[in-house]
């Protein structure tokens, strides 16, 4: 099993920036992917953005693409999502989830688990 810590949600105004972090704790020395998936009031869970274990290889969701860089610091089991030029249609409750293996989905099923989540405003 595999847990994971989201941080770094927040409130700013459109335009502005925010790093999101997620510390992995557990089975950490399986390989695995990790995605950014968010999730707005009335709204399916989207997805955002994965990365793969060694973090050469990275996957967006077209309406992020160019905003928001997904990183991961694997000595530390923690994957980074920078987000810029904020939108106020980027609000929504963003969740790291891991997949086990190697690949990279944008398909929520697909993850083995997910963190409990972290709130971002984005105010116009």
């Known amino acids: 099993q595999v847990q994971l810590v989201e941080s770094g949600g927040g409130l700013v105004q459109a335009g502005g920036s925010l790093r999101l972090s997620c510390a992995a704790s557990g089975r950490t020395k399986t390989s695995y992917a990790m995605g950014w998936f968010r999730q707005a009031p009335g709204k399916e869970r989207e997805f955002v953005a994965a990365i793969n274990w060694s973090g050469g290889s990275t996957y967006y969701a077209d309406s992020v693409k160019g905003r928001f860089t997904i990183s991961r610091d694997s000595a530390k089991n923690t994957v980074y999502l920078q987000m810029n030029s904020l939108k106020p249609e980027d609000t929504a409750v963003y969740y790291c989830?891991?997949?086990?293996?190697?690949?990279?989905?944008?398909?929520?099923?697909?993850?083995?688990?997910w963190g409990q989540g972290t709130q971002v405003t984005v105010s116009s």
């Open positions: 989830a891991v997949r086990l293996g190697m690949g990279l989905t944008a398909i929520p099923q697909n993850y083995h688990g």
